[in-house]
Structures are given as structure tokens and as C-alpha cells.
């Protein structure tokens, strides 16, 4: 059977929802074409089931491209504020979690359930369960899946990145895009868990549970949150954050103890109250005490001059680790990489190459931090896609 729709949209996610509200309102008829059982499967699970949908703090500095000014222009169309009064537009109750970070009160389903009804009074169509076998195009686009052929002048790919391949994340937007030979910068998991190396698996990894507040750290960018051990390395915010900046062979700094100088008082006193009792008693003042003890038992002074002791302080503040790697897209929050923004309009986010062709939200290459940003630059891609196809 053959469709034709003005705009088809692939991915049923937050990028290619907005997007065809925004074009459903516009008086395009427009269809989402979603390979999974339903849409916003993503969303669903992000923020614990409660879905942190956006930041208040959102700047362009909060994300990674090749081009890090191309978020801009989208960001500055459609703001956190915007989308929050969608949100309160349909009695969503949701609060600042923290740094700026707001959740729904209740489930991410409030989310999913409000585009759902956008759509539909935008007369979206939306069809779930939809294998793409090829894409073609002449003077249109042509979508064929088994027994349909969908015909459209517009066709926008929202279909994500790799991360989480059980919610059912495939490589298909990159291979599109490459069929028509749009640049991709090599995608890799984002915001996602260390994997320590071996010795250091050794040392720490029976730690698995213990959290604490640190910086993490490589180059300039600095993220000053919290740490997890785990089974075979560490994680929390703090990590997942200065992840999406790694590269092999890259060593990660971690300070373990930041604004504390807990051997301050040990080098100001007199030497018979110098030893191991004292020193335990000042490190589990400011990191967990099993973490504390494991530390001096890897790490014991080799003396108590104000030499040894000082360089004890100099460590705990620059722990210095190279990963073995990753955890890989199974546990990656998001793909780095993606369509080269230079393929794109900034604006619009059109292929230069291809009038007619849109790639929004994760299949670009523009990954934000933790804590609501990379929601954002879903809402602000696919808006700015969708005021104009």
C-alpha cells in the first residue's frame, strides 16, 4: 500500500515528537515512523522512570560537538522555558532535583502521554512496529517497509544513537546517512561508567557501593560531583560526566577529598601525635571510611616529615587513573558523535547536501552533559526541524 505525507519523521523518540508537533501545527500532514512496539521508550526509563526533562542552566557550553557553536542558534529558539510551559499546558507536576535539574513528580509516562496528545491534536499520525528495509530519492523520498511505500518531499531522521541497544538503538540513522554521503564523526558511548584496569580493579572494586564527592577531571573540564565504586570500576554523576571527554590512553584526575586538607592539622602538630591511628582519624573525616582505610593501606607514608605527609595530601587530591575502557553502549546514557554539524544547518538542521533531509537530536553530533541537557537539545532540534519542513 502506498502513503504520501508532506513530512515522514523516523524515530518516535523526544527529538521526532517535537518535531512533529511543531510541523503538525504548521498544517503539514505528517507521519512518525517508529520500528519499536511504542514511542518514547527512552524516555520512559531517563531519570530513574521520572524523566529529567530539561535544565534551567542550559548554555552551549553544556555540550560536546566538533563545531561547539552549532547548538546556538536551536537553543536560543527553544528554551527550557518553553518547553516547561508545555509541561505546565498539561498539569504535569515536576520539581529542581538538583544543579537544575527538573523531574516530573510522578512518571516519565506524563511526558510521554503529553506529545502523545500534541500529536494527535496536531493530527500527527503515528505508526509503531514499522521495519525500514531502504530509503530512496529522486524527486521525493521513498520509504519502503515489506507490503508499504511511504512518499514524502521531507523526510527527517530522528532515530538516535547506539546507547542502550535494549531499548532497541541501531546504527540505521548513520547508515543513512552515509548513503547519502553526509559525514559522520566516529560515534562512542557518552556519559557512561569506567572500567578500571586491572591493578586497580584489584585495589578498589571489592568497594563496590561506596560513594563519594570528588572532582573528576581531564584537561580543562572539571566536574565536581559524586563517585561510585563498582564491580569493576566506578560510575555516579562526577564520572559519567568527564567520560563523554575520554579517549584511550587518556588518564582521568580524580580528587578524592576537594575543599578538605585533612592533613593540615597532622603537620602542624608535634611529632609524637604523628601516626597511622592520627592519620586515619583526619582521612575518615572527609572520605568513607572503608574508602579511607583502603587508601592508607595502599598508600602509607613512607615517613612522618612534613615532606611525606604533604605528598600523602598531594595524592589523595590527584588520583590518577587510566581506565581499561568503558561499559560500552550497554550502560552509555548517550552516543557522542554523530552527523558532522557541518553537514547541517544550524538552523534548521537540513542537510546542506540534501534539501528536504533533517537529522535531529542524538544522530547529531552534539552530546550534552548530565542532568536534563541532552532532552533539551532533542526539544530545540527537533523544533527548529520542524518550523520548517
Not at 49 to 72: D, M, W, Y
Not at 170 to 196: D, K, N
Request: charge should be neutral; proline fraction near 4%.
Amino acid at each position: 500500500m502506498k502513503h504520501e505525507f508532506d513530512v515522514i519523521i523516523l524515530g518516535g523518540g523526544a527529538a521526532g515528537l517535537i518535531c512533529a508537533v511543531e510541523a503538525g501545527k504548521r498544517g503539514r500532514r505528517v507521519a512518525v515512523l517508529e520500528r519499536a512496539r511504542r514511542i518514547g521508550k527512552k524516555i520512559l526509563i531517563s531519570g530513574g522512570g521520572r524523566c529529567n526533562f530539561t535544565n534551567l542552566h542550559c548554555q552551549p557550553e553544556n555540550f560536546i560537538s566538533a563545531n561547539p557553536h552549532f547548538v546556538k542558534s536551536a537553543l536560543a529558539a527553544y528554551t527550557p522555558a518553553d518547553f516547561i510551559a508545555l509541561v505546565e499546558k498539561h498539569g504535569i507536576a515536576y520539581h529542581e532535583k538538583t544543579l537544575g535539574q527538573l523531574f516530573c513528580d510522578g512518571s516519565a509516562q506524563n511526558i510521554v502521554t503529553m506529545l502523545e496528545a500534541e500529536c494527535k491534536q496536531a493530527g500527527v499520525r503515528i505508526l509503531t512496529n514499522v521495519a525500514i528495509e531502504n530509503v530512496e530519492h529522486a524527486c521525493d523520498f521513498v520509504i519502503k517497509t515489506g507490503e508499504d511505500e511511504f512518499r514524502t518531499a521531507a523526510l527527517v531522521v530522528a532515530t538516535g544513537g547506539l546507547s542502550i541497544p535494549k531499548m532497541g538503538a541501531t546504527s540505521f540513522g548513520y547508515e543513512l546517512a552515509r548513503q547519502f554521503g553526509i559525514r559522520i564523526i566516529e560515534p562512542r558511548p557518552a556519559l557512561v561508567p569506567f572500567i578500571l584496569n586491572a591493578q586497580d580493579r584489584q585495589h578498589y572494586c571489592d568497594l563496590s557501593g561506596v560513594s563519594a564527592e570528588v572532582v573528576a577531571a581531564i584537561g580543562k573540564q572539571r566536574f565536581r560531583e559524586k563517585m561510585l565504586f563498582t564491580h569493576r570500576g566506578i560510575s555516579g554523576p562526577a564520572v559519567l560526566q568527564i567520560s563523554s571527554y575520554w579517549k584511550p590512553s587518556t588518564f582521568v584526575s580524580i580528587d578524592l577529598a576537594p575543599g578538605h586538607e585533612f592533613t593540615a592539622p597532622i603537620r602542624n602538630s608535634n611529632v609524637a601525635r604523628r601516626d597511622l591511628p592520627t592519620l586515619k582519624t583526619a582521612l575518615r573525616a572527609v572520605l568513607p571510611h572503608r574508602l579511607a582505610d583502603r587508601w592508607l593501606d595502599l598508600h602509607p607514608p613512607e615517613s612522618w616529615t612534613n615532606h611525606a605527609v604533604s605528598e600523602l595530601e598531594r595524592q589523595i587530591h590527584n588520583w590518577m587513573i587510566s581506565p581499561e575502557g568503558t561499559e560500552g553502549y550497554t550502560k552509555a546514557e548517550v552516543t557522542a558523535g554523530g552527523v558532522d554539524t557541518n553537514e547541517l544547518s544550524a538552523k534548521t538542521m537540513q542537510s546542506r547536501k540534501i534539501p528536504g533531509l533533517y537529522f535531529i537530536g542524538e544522530v547529531v553530533d552534539v552530546t550534552g552533559h548530565l542532568g536534563g541537557f541532552n532532552f533539551q537539545w532533542a526539544w530545540a532540534s527537533g523544533f527548529c526541524a520542524g518550523q520548517t519542513v
